[in-house]
Every structure is written in structure tokens, then in C-alpha cells.
């Protein structure tokens, strides 16, 4: 079946870093969806792209439709507290269901 | 505005045992689905409907089923519980037929099979 791999599988930042995550899949997608998760809740829809080369923001957030459409990229920049939980990206596949990445972690140092 | 409820928030079940997991929702969206969340993995597709009257298996059917009398309530069943489905379990909605439309989610219901 169709692979997401979501990276890093955690992040350990300092408040104010920027942040970087990414997803890879080994064939086409022609959606990609980001998503957060806060403990005890389900997922939030924060960004979605549909289109190759596409380049989203949702204030701090940014998200990119790679080019070769296997690809997508997370950005926030300048870190606050509020933004730990766990980031999933989600891609439509060849048979239109969403493919669900593992999620990365996003943890602030104190 | 509730969105969409999920009910019970836990549950812990012995082996054997059986139970539903019940998703009502108000934003009147035909398109249902369950979902569960195993540690480090990515959600996976149980069930789905795309409107009353109508369901279709998943990515992961086995030892569930489903019925969707009406638009608003989309129940989970588990007939005989076993410990491979100790999981979180999501229920999630949207409005239109896309899979890649945005989902809204329910706060999960964490299930605990002993």
C-alpha cells in the first residue's frame, strides 16, 4: 500500500526557534492536508494545499505542495508554548483515502 | 456548537467483551468516518459513510461494524473485544465527497481491552 514517512519522529526546541517538518510519500499526491493535535483532542485542520508547488500560511505557519507532489513541508516560525502537540500531515492517494503520516511531536524546552 | 461528540470519553473492556462507541454530530455533513490511533502510528480508516443508509469498509474493517441510520449519528460496534483493538478511537466528519476536504475531528474515545 501507499507509504507517508513523517520527519523527525520529536523535536525538542527552545521558545522562539523556528521549526521544520516534512513528509515524503512514495507516489503522487494530489492533496496534502496539515493537521495538529493537542493532548486529549483530536486533530485540528491547520493548513491544506491541493496544488503542486502551492505555498500556504496560517499566521506563523507555512506549508508547501512540493514540486515532484510527493513531498510537503511544515514551517512556524518564532516558537511559543502553544504550539507543542503533535503535527500530522495527511495526503489523498491513488484511491482518494487520506494517507495519515506518524505524526511528529514538537516539545518546548523550559 | 458542539461539532461532533464522541461518547464515552473511556472505556476499558475485558476480552470478550462488547460495546459501541457512539459519533453524533450537528453540522448536518453527510460524510462520516472512523478512525484509530495507535502510538506512533498514523490514524487509520476503520469505516465510513457518505450518508444515511450507506457504509463501506476501510483500511482496517476487521472486528467492527457500523450503521448509519441517520445524518447525525454514526456508531462504532465492537462485538468481540480483543486486546489488538486497545487504541484511541476518532470519529470525523466533512461536508462534502472530496477525501482530501478537511475533516472535523471528535476529542477520540480511548479504549483499553484487557
Known amino acids: 500500500g501507499q507509504q507517508l514517512n513523517q520527519s523527525p519522529q520529536s523535536m525538542f526546541i527552545q521558545e522562539g526557534e523556528d521549526v521544520s517538518m516534512n513528509c515524503t510519500s512514495s507516489?503522487?499526491?494530489?492533496?496534502w492536508l496539515w493537521y495538529k493535535q493537542d493532548p486529549g483532542e483530536g486533530p485540528v485542520l491547520l493548513i491544506a494545499l491541493y496544488k503542486a508547488g502551492e505555498l500556504t500560511s496560517n499566521g506563523r505557519l507555512t506549508a508547501q505542495f512540493g514540486i515532484t507532489r510527493k513531498d510537503s513541508f511544515l514551517n512556524i516560525s518564532a516558537s511559543i508554548p502553544s504550539d507543542v502537540g503533535i503535527y500530522f500531515c495527511a495526503g489523498r492517494g491513488s484511491n482518494y483515502q487520506l494517507i495519515w503520516g506518524a505524526g511528529t511531536k514538537l516539545i518546548i524546552k523550559p | 456548537n458542539a461539532g461532533v461528540t464522541q461518547t464515552p470519553k473511556f472505556r476499558i473492556l475485558k476480552i470478550g467483551q462488547s460495546m459501541t462507541l457512539q459519533c453524533a454530530q450537528d453540522m448536518n455533513h453527510n460524510y462520516m468516518y472512523w478512525y484509530r490511533q495507535d502510538p506512533g502510528m498514523g490514524l487509520k480508516l476503520i469505516y465510513y459513510s457518505v450518508g444515511a443508509g450507506i457504509t463501506d469498509k476501510g483500511e482496517v474493517p476487521n472486528g467492527y461494524n457500523v450503521s448509519r441510520s441517520t445524518t447525525e449519528d454514526f456508531p462504532l460496534r465492537l462485538e468481540l473485544a480483543a486486546p489488538s483493538q486497545t487504541s484511541v478511537y476518532f470519529c470525523a466528519t466533512t461536508g462534502t465527497g472530496i477525501w482530501g476536504s478537511p475533516l472535523h475531528f471528535g476529542n477520540g474515545t480511548r479504549l483499553t481491552v484487557t
Open positions: 507516489s503522487i499526491f494530489n492533496t
